[in-house]
């Protein structure tokens, strides 16, 4: 009798034991405990989290870079190992070269060919210790060797296709084109800027060989379920040729009127048609003039309604060659000109209030579940021999002073940190 007792608790104990394992197993392989237990399907990898700053930011939240206008032509197209032809067509200045010499005679020469990162400088440190999960710009400038340039026109800026590996030293994932330089080649160059982004394996966004490719979107996966949808649109008011807009059957610019209740609600149809649960939408658009800080109640207006009506979570912003005011409407964030990011306008004098040599990049988080703002952080840089390098304390603390006196009226203002990055607050906490 003590023998069969004994025996039937042995096993007892081992069938319990065998069924904690068959239900850890199958835990560990994402099945219910007595399920039929599947070869496991493979999945995309994604990070689990991000360090951002000082802080652990888990991959709930959607992080992103944005900055504003990316100039790579003209002086930066000619310091770097293949420059495009130096003729250019404009009043001011016959050869790109001679921006580049006006840079060297206000910082100092610049040892060519420079290395494919280098206009990037400080910028690339920055962005590996942020880690964002994606890198958009504003690419203000036709990668192409066209020699069609717009007749006219003025400025021409023009990169070399081979150049285009300054975009990739720096992992920039989608590029915004719809500004008023991406046709100054014409719309060979704008059908070769298309091909070679594509080519290097970077998004576009806001230009198209036909009005439907121009108004299509970015939709970049950033961890499981979440996605950044990106849409790229130029406004009028930035100075962007009429003849630029994209048609049914003609190359161009998605246009967005800034005055035109139809056009913001055909916009608002094409984001609610590819929005889902889970994702972020940035309107990236290029709009205003490039100097002075007044940003009109109409584009406040505009900018209200792209999140109101459109369900529009960021507001990228660009045109203006220094940073505007930041706003946060109903927790989505606005920012009205993010400044030009990288130019060759050193050495050339007027405007020097402005500080344009200033640069800003801005690190955004928000909650894919709700698209509301968690988190800005600001990093101020500053051009120097046509590259990005820290900004000085001094700097810093000139670029937070403007931003909380431009951000008053509109409801925010940036704490400055002892290592010169900047935070935003908004709402009760501005």
């Known amino acids: 009798m003590k023998r069969r007792l004994v025996l039937r608790l042995i096993g007892g104990l081992l069938s319990a034991s065998i069924a904690r394992l068959l239900g850890w197993a199958s835990t560990v392989l994402g099945e219910e405990p007595g399920t039929t237990i599947k070869p496991p399907v493979p999945r995309p990898v994604y990070p689990t989290s991000a360090i951002i700053g000082d802080e652990v930011m888990p991959h709930s939240t959607t992080t992103c870079f944005l900055c504003g206008d990316v100039m790579t032509g003209r002086g930066i197209d000619q310091i770097m190992p293949q420059p495009s032809q130096p003729d250019i067509y404009e009043g001011y200045m016959r050869s790109a070269k001679g ?44 990668v192409t060797t066209s020699d069609e340039y717009w007749r006219g026109k003025g400025i021409n800026y023009r990169m070399h296709p081979d150049n285009i590996r300054c975009l990739t030293a720096a ?30 394996g970077i998004h576009s966004v806001g230009a198209g060989e036909t009005l439907s490719a121009a108004q299509s979107a970015a939709a970049i996966h950033t961890a499981p379920g979440n996605r950044l949808i990106v849409f790229g649109c130029g406004s009028p008011s930035s100075g962007i040729p009429p003849d630029w807009a994209a048609r049914v059957d003609k190359p161009g610019i998605n246009m967005l009127d800034e005055f035109s ?11 609610r048609a590819i929005k889902r649960p889970g994702d972020v939408v940035v309107c990236s658009i290029h709009w205003g003039g490039n100097w002075g800080y007044d940003i009109p109640a109409s584009r406040r207006r505009f900018a209200h309604r792209l999140i109101d009506r459109a369900a529009v979570d960021i507001v990228h912003g660009h045109s203006s060659h220094h940073p505007l005011g930041i706003e946060v409407y109903r927790d989505k964030l606005i920012l009205y000109g993010c400044g030009d990011f990288i130019n060759d306008y050193e050495g050339i004098g007027g405007h020097e209030d402005f500080r344009g040599e200033l640069s800003l990049m801005y690190f955004v988080a928000v909650d894919p579940r709700s698209g509301n703002l ?56 501005a």
């Open 99 to 142: 921006y580049v010499e006006l840079a060297e005679q206000a910082n100092g020469a610049i040892e060519q060919p420079v290395d494919y990162p280098y206009i990037w400088g400080e910028a690339l440190n920055v962005l590996q210790q942020e880690a964002p999960q994606v890198r958009l710009v504003n690419l203000e400038a036709a």
């Open 171 to 200: 992992a920039i994932q989608c590029c915004s084109l719809a500004n008023n330089h991406v046709l100054d080649w014409g719309y060979s160059g704008l059908g070769d800027t298309l091909a070679t982004l594509k080519q290097a």
């Open 261 to 271: 209740a139809q056009g913001l609600a055909a916009f608002a149809t094409q984001v």
């Open 374 to 429: 968690a988190r800005l952080k600001l990093v101020p840089l500053q051009i120097n021999q046509l590259q990005l390098h820290s900004a000085t304390a001094q700097d810093a603390s000139w670029l937070h002073d403007t931003l909380n006196r431009e951000g008053q009226h509109l409801g925010t203002r940036v704490q400055l940190n002892e290592d010169n990055t900047m935070l935003l607050h908004w709402g009760s906490a």
